[in-house]
Structures are given as C-alpha cells and as structure tokens.
C-alpha cells in the first residue's frame, strides 16, 4: 500500500515538473530553431504597444523585421493587427500600417485589422481575413519566445504559420530576460491547457 502511493505521488510530481518543463522547451526551442520560409501568401505583425500613433520600441522591432520581409519578396502583403487602449486616439494597427507606408511599403500592401488587444484575439482577427482572401500561408513578425505560442494558436485555427522573429530589439533573444521566456512558456501553457478549452485569459503586452 505505501508502495502504491509513494509512485503514485512520484509520478504526480513528475508531471507537475515535467509539463513546465515542456513549455519552457518548445518556448525556447521556437525562438532559437525558427522554421525557415522563404514564402508566404501574407506577414502578420502582432499590435503591442503605440503611444498617439508612434510605435513602442517592441512594435517597432517587429514593424522593421516585416519591411525586411517584404523586401526580400517573403509576401506581397502585410497585416498589422490589434486594437487601442481607452482612451487612445488611434490603433495599435493603424499606428504599424502608418509607420509601413511612410517607411517605403506601398499602401496597396497593407492592411489594418485595428482589433484585439490580446494574442488570441488577435489572432482569430487575422486568420478570418485570411480566410475571406483565401490565404493560407503566413509568416508572423513577432518576438522570438512569442513565436511556439502565436503560431499554435494560428495553427489551431487552420493557417499554416511560420515564424520570422525580430532580431533585435528589447524582446530580441539579446534583449530578452529569463522572465520573458518564462511568461511566454506560462502563456503558452495556459493556452494549450485552458484556451483551447474556451478560457480565454488576456495576455496584452504592453
């Protein structure tokens, strides 16, 4: 009998650990192995911050890594996505659809999905379009430990996602802190184990 429950306590903590473990390693793994693709039907690039129109330094860097992108021919269109916060007078994508088009992409090129202030929302915002224009492919601009969670969720809802991530910048792999990893593999986690099961728990980065 103490047998019995000393394994089934074993395992129990055997899985507490290696779950965690799990998310930190498909997180970390998505930043530093990232799918190559050299094309794609469209580039997303998910919102984050922007102040009365200016892009935080986090959107930039994932503005900048779209421009390279479609100037190497990766998409022939670029959405931005994600909505205001109260009281802001513009979008965090109106605000990367206007730092696009006066940084050389023409405005045929993009498009502005000003809605969601979350990965989940947003991401179901830009799949529907991509649904509605018949695209598939898309290579998500974004940080590189946001990369295994944004494309699971696209994944999830039938795009075939890739990941481009930034560079450079404060969420680059050399700005980034283990704490990053660690939220991202949280979120990711909270994903796969409550948001595919309807609890949506919001994750906005600001």
Same mark, same amino acid.
């Given at each position: 009998?103490? &047998?019995?429950?000393?394994?089934?306590?074993?395992?129990?903590?055997?899985? @507490?650990?290696? @779950?965690? *473990?799990?998310?930190?390693? =498909?997180?970390?793994?998505?930043?530093?192995?990232?799918?190559?693709?050299?094309?794609?039907?469209?580039? =997303? @690039?998910?919102? *984050?911050?922007?102040?009365? %129109?200016?892009?935080?330094? +986090?959107?930039?860097?994932?503005?900048?890594?779209?421009?390279?992108?479609? #100037?190497?021919?990766?998409?022939?269109?670029?959405?931005?996505? %994600?909505?205001?916060?109260?009281?802001?007078?513009?979008?965090?994508?109106?605000?990367?659809?206007?730092?696009?088009?006066?940084? %050389?992409?023409?405005?045929? *090129?993009?498009? *502005?999905?000003?809605? %969601? #202030?979350?990965?989940?929302?947003?991401? &179901? =915002?830009? =799949? &529907?379009?991509?649904?509605?224009?018949?695209?598939?492919? +898309?290579?998500?601009?974004?940080?590189?430990?946001?990369?295994? #969670?944004?494309?699971?969720?696209? #994944?999830?809802?039938?795009?075939?996602?890739?990941?481009?991530?930034?560079?450079?910048?404060?969420?680059?792999?050399?700005?980034?802190?283990?704490?990053?990893?660690?939220?991202?593999?949280?979120?990711?986690?909270?994903?796969?184990?409550?948001?595919?099961?309807?609890?949506?728990?919001?994750?906005?980065?600001?």
């Amino acid at each position: 009998m103490f &047998k019995f429950i000393f394994r089934a306590i074993a395992l129990l903590i055997a899985i @507490i650990v290696a @779950i965690p *473990a799990y998310a930190l390693f =498909v997180t970390w793994n998505s930043a530093n192995n990232p799918s190559i693709r050299t094309s794609a039907d469209v580039i =997303v @690039i998910p919102g *984050a911050a922007q102040l009365d %129109g200016t892009p935080g330094e +986090v959107l930039q860097a994932r503005l900048e890594q779209a421009v390279r992108l479609f #100037r190497a021919g990766v998409a022939p269109l670029i959405i931005t996505v %994600g909505s205001g916060a109260p009281g802001d007078r513009t979008t965090e994508a109106d605000s990367g659809r206007r730092w696009l088009i006066n940084n %050389g992409v023409p405005r045929s *090129a993009v498009i *502005a999905l000003p809605e %969601g #202030r979350d990965t989940l929302t947003q991401t &179901k =915002v830009y =799949v &529907k379009e991509m649904g509605e224009r018949k695209l598939k492919t +898309v290579v998500i601009a974004t940080d590189p430990f946001h990369c295994q #969670r944004s494309m699971t969720m696209a #994944r999830d809802l039938d795009a075939d996602p890739f990941c481009a991530p930034v560079p450079d910048g404060p969420n680059s792999l050399a700005g980034s802190t283990n704490r990053y990893l660690i939220r991202e593999a949280g979120a990711y986690l909270s994903y796969i184990t409550l948001g595919r099961r309807g609890i949506h728990l919001s994750d906005h980065l600001g």
